[in-house]
């Protein structure tokens, strides 16, 4: 199974803080094994808050952190395993649970790891 930091760097997230936009986004992540060898997931949740505490989120900062989200977390990757074995990478819609006026809030997201036995779909997913 690719490990959970590999999965992340993927999308280029990393577990831990860092910005996107005009946020600080906190990420933990853990896998799930669904079928050993073959498939697996990964619950991802990103805390979100505004840098800039002192003043409110306007919809323009907003709609852009929320674009730029789903732009980095879209399309499937190849991700190898630590023993080299290819899994097909992609990530579901993300879920937002946004607090007070849109300054902080979880994003929480499923992320799955499914081995390719295909060389077709592994060329297909490296030139995505």
Known sequence: MPD???FLA??????GTQSIGAFQVTIRARHIEIEQ???YGFDIEMKF?????????SQE?????RGELAFKIAGKKL???????PYVCE???PKFEV??????????????????????????????
């Open 4 to 6: 959970t930091k590999d």
């Open 10 to 15: 993927a999308w280029g997230l990393k577990i």
């Open 37 to 39: 060898y073959r498939k």
């Open 49 to 57: 808050e505004r840098k800039d505490k002192k003043s409110s989120v």
């Open 61 to 65: 900062d907003w709609n852009k952190f």
């Open 79 to 85: 991700v190898y395993s630590r023993y080299g074995n």
């Open 91 to 93: 990530m579901g819609e």
């Open 99 to 128: 607090f007070r006026d849109h300054s902080s809030g979880v994003i929480r997201v499923q992320g799955f790891a499914t081995r390719s036995f295909n060389s077709f779909t592994i060329f297909k997913a490296e030139h995505v």
